[in-house]
């Protein structure tokens, strides 16, 4: 999991049910019903569950998400994580061992289709 310094922390003993909205980073440990919603990071950790989509510069999940995730540069899905839901966004890792259940979607810019063969792959499946 990325090490950054948290603007709001969701404790692993918190239940939200609501929108959580937030311009900086958000860390989950706790379960939330509603949507989440950053201008930087969402970062799930190992003992979340989130029920509802998810949005943010970069989405790091470690635990659970039942809901889409959109991210505007990067989703990490790490080991042991379950995610139930469509993806979205620019590049993908996923580690081994996390779950994925969904479709995935990766756009292209408008630059992109012509040089296809020479991109580097925005996939990421170890």
Known sequence: MAV???DTVVGAQVELKGSLKNRGSIHIHGNVTG??????AVIIGETAVVTGPVSAKVVEVAGQVHGSITAEE??????KCLVKGDLNTKRLSIKP????IGKSSMPMSDGEMGDIEKKKPRLEIE
């Open 4 to 6: 950054e310094q948290a």
């Open 97 to 100: 061992g996390a779950t994925f």
């Open 74 to 79: 990067h989703i990490e899905l790490h080991p």
């Open 35 to 40: 949507d989440v919603h950053s201008d930087a």
